[in-house]
């Protein structure tokens, strides 16, 4: 009869069809590579994911009770007034007593100053625990990073205490003219 | 003399059980990530050596950036008792269908006045949409101090718990900005706050 023959040929004996087994087995190691690569990348997101968070506490505002203010010798205190151009310009005890120094930020400027400067205070003091007292003055020239840096720099060199204070001599701002470090800081950007 | 066989070893293993632990592994990573929404307003944090998370519930981000100041709360349930809060205010009054698009909205940046349109905006009308931040100017128009106040209580009312603020400001922001933000939470008496920080890598350690 006349049949299609739709069998490439061969086994045409005996009329039966065997079915050819298949192994059962599939290479994984494709999907295995996969499945690794996006358990690495979740495993590093999920981590990351979270901010890093530095904690900040401002002085009181209105004060209360001022006779519970700290009274701090002058010696040991450093004000630190952040300027433009990511410089930060530096003078211990009051105005005008002791030259003003301009450091940048990094390991090599206002981190070894803050170190440096601590030693000397407590080795004055013949006291670790009255170290050396910073105030920090952010001027309106210095951008947010300088005073994430600072807060951060302070935290390095183990400073024992600041503040944070917003008013600004004017005295202090001439001198900051002085040192060249009180410009428009759109310019150098 | 007889040759020694060596036998030949497959190097197909069977890698059914590493499958299934990589797949497991996988899908509880998948199910903890968190999606993130994307930012309204993008900032690039400045780098610190801090290594401190912040707490995920009861947190309030104030994000500066481009002379923009964006308001965010975690919680929807405190977003929306603070927007109900917050109409009570200016007297404006949100449906429910309203407080609960707003509950969704991680930050934003509107004027109260243009924020019932804000949120009727689709969510990806909204990305697009340049948002002018919250006006913060000292006097009878500070919203920014009015949201502050509002998700406060609607966290102590919700949570019994004190909310905590953060900023996130870009790096290159002047710093009278961040002063405006600072002075206006000083103003309620919230002297402790976080800076959200990026990790630094690197030479400065």
Redesign the interface.
């Given at each position: 009869m006349a049949e299609l023959d739709t069998s490439g040929g061969g086994s045409k004996k005996g009329g039966k069809v065997r079915s050819k087994k298949m192994s059962t087995r599939v290479d994984?190691?494709a999907?295995?590579d996969l499945?690794?690569l996006?358990?690495t990348f979740?495993?590093l997101?999920?981590t990351l994911?979270?901010?890093?968070?530095?904690?900040?506490?401002?002085?009181?505002?209105n004060d209360k009770n001022p006779d519970q203010q700290l009274d701090v010798k002058a010696s040991r205190t450093m004000t630190a007034l952040?300027g433009s151009n990511n410089k930060v310009v530096w003078y211990m005890g009051v105005l005008g007593d002791n030259p003003p120094t301009v450091d940048n930020f990094?390991?090599k400027g206002i981190r070894e100053s803050f170190i440096d400067m601590n030693k000397e205070v407590v080795s004055k003091t013949g006291d670790p625990k009255k170290g050396l007292m910073v105030i920090i003055k952010?001027?309106?020239?210095?951008?947010?990073?300088?005073?994430?840096?600072i807060?951060?720099e302070l935290?390095?060199a183990a400073v024992p205490s600041y503040g944070i204070v917003?008013k600004i001599e004017p005295a202090e701002i001439d001198m900051l003219k002085k040192q060249g470090a009180y410009n428009d800081?759109k310019v150098q950007? | 003399m007889p040759k020694v066989k060596i036998k030949r070893k497959s190097t197909v293993t069977d890698?059914?059980a590493?499958?299934d632990v990589?797949?497991l592994?996988?899908t509880f990573?998948?199910l903890?990530?968190?999606a993130?929404q994307p930012e309204a307003l993008k900032v690039d944090?400045?780098s610190?050596?801090?290594?401190?998370?912040?707490p995920d519930t009861d947190i309030s981000t104030l994000t500066?950036g481009q002379g923009k100041i964006f308001f965010g709360v975690v919680g929807q349930d405190v977003r929306m008792n603070t927007l109900e809060r917050m109409g009570e205010q200016y007297n404006i009054t949100f449906t429910p269908e309203e407080k609960k698009r707003f509950g969704v909205i991680e930050s934003f940046g509107v004027p109260m006045a243009s924020l019932k349109q804000f949120i009727a905006l689709d969510n990806s009308e909204r990305m697009k949409l340049n948002q002018p931040g919250i006006p913060s100017d000292s006097g009878a128009n500070n919203e920014l101090k009015q949201w502050i106040l509002q998700a406060r209580y609607a966290v102590k009312e919700l949570h019994n718990k004190d909310l905590r603020f953060?900023i996130?400001?870009?790096?290159?922001?002047?710093?009278?900005?961040?002063?405006k933000v600072?002075?206006i939470l000083?103003?309620q008496?919230i002297?402790?706050?976080?800076?959200?920080?990026?990790?630094?890598g690197g030479?400065?350690k």
């Open positions: 994984l190691t999907m295995v499945a690794f996006l358990i979740f495993m997101t999920t994911a979270k901010p890093q968070a530095m904690d900040m506490f401002m002085p009181d505002k952040l990094g390991k952010p001027t309106d020239k210095s951008n947010y990073k300088n005073f994430v840096d807060l951060d935290k390095i917003n800081s950007q | 890698m059914t590493m499958c990589a797949f592994l996988l990573f998948i903890t990530a968190t993130r944090t400045p610190s050596t801090v290594t401190m998370k912040l500066v953060s996130k400001g870009d790096a290159n922001e002047e710093y009278p900005e961040i002063r600072i002075d000083q103003d008496n002297n402790k706050f976080s800076l959200i920080t990026s990790l630094e030479d400065s």
